[in-house]
């Protein structure tokens, strides 16, 4: 799904919301109206009103009338036990009414929809693996931490994430994950495993199976690949879909990032130079070590 769908389910669940409370007070005036005092004292309130914005008559009489036959409204809802409040609308978003935007801009309410929808879409495995509930400490990894965070913000830059088994690197991926959704931009968090599973599934696809399956990888704004080496081998697969996802990927300026066990000399080793250039280049690619123990075992 793409994030133009993302935003018109997003704007769907705002707008349900607008129909639901706006046909509440529908169905409690529908109510009200089967007594025919509530019917006749509605219509000469609202010929009333009419005749006061026309101008038509005096308006000091008019705006007594109005005020009495207010009066006499507000008794008959009483007297049917409808509170006053039944009569307007209950949005949940007090900003937009439940419209969505604020003045042509887009409200927090449809920013947080579309935020479900990223998430819902985007394999994030625990949404509470935030940069904010962050419990790391060590002073390298925080700076680590901090520069993934700016490369979020700004949408720009890969990542290549290095470090022991346990020393926080897929918290960390996560947790890009969940600000790029917070910003509104869609992410897809994969393991090195099931991408691999995807490109085999691609190669054994016929050709529009195989752009769904590859459109999805290049599509999305930001790809997170957790555990990058763990994944078998497949001959003309591993290596070839790799190289040009993350090459499609570079060359529409969409954001790639990667953990792995590996050492960079490791990873010249198991991938091809034009696969390891794109993986470790200097002017594309934040390359970072995350230090210390398994927190996993500390706990
Ligand atoms: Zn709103």
């Avoid at 625990?126 to 700004?154: G, I, M, W």
């Avoid at 591993?238 to 066990?261: C, D, G, H, M, P």
């Avoid at 198991?270 to 696969?275: A, G, L, P």
């Amino acid at each position: 799904m793409n994030k133009q769908q993302m935003l018109t389910n997003a704007k769907r669940v705002i707008d349900d919301r607008r129909y639901a409370a706006e046909e509440q007070v529908a169905q409690t005036l529908e109510s009200l109206r089967s007594d025919k005092s509530w019917t006749d004292n509605e219509y000469a309130l609202r010929s009333a009103q009419i005749d006061l914005a026309m101008g038509n008559g005096d308006s000091k009489k008019l705006q007594k009338e109005i005020a009495r036959l207010e009066d006499v409204q507000k008794k008959l809802l009483f007297d049917s036990g409808v509170a006053e409040s039944a009569l307007t609308p209950h949005y949940f978003c007090a900003k937009c009414h439940d419209v969505g935007y604020v003045n042509g801009k887009i409200c927090s309410c449809l920013q947080e929809e579309l935020r479900k929808q990223i998430i819902a879409q985007s394999n994030v495995i625990d949404p509470r693996f935030t940069f904010q509930n962050s419990a790391e400490t060590d002073k390298h990894n925080k700076a680590v931490y901090k520069k993934a965070q700016e490369l979020c913000v700004s949408g720009k830059g890969n990542m290549l994430l290095t470090g022991n088994v346990g020393c926080g690197k897929t918290y960390l991926l996560a947790a890009c994950a969940n600000l790029c959704a917070d910003l509104g931009r869609s992410a897809l968090f994969v393991t090195a495993y099931s991408l691999n599973r995807s490109f085999l599934e691609a190669h054994l696809s016929d050709l529009a199976g195989k752009d769904a399956i590859l459109d999805a990888l290049v599509d999305v704004d930001l790809l997170l690949i957790d555990d990058l080496g763990t994944e078998n081998v497949y001959r003309n697969v591993t290596a070839e879909y790799l190289f040009s996802v993350l090459n499609e990927r570079l060359s529409r300026q969409k954001q790639t990032f990667i953990t792995t066990n590996l050492g960079i000399a490791d990873i010249r080793e198991r991938y091809d130079e034009r696969i390891f250039s794109r993986l470790v280049d200097q002017n594309s690619t934040f390359v970072a070590m995350l230090t210390g123990k398994d927190k996993r075992l500390a706990k």
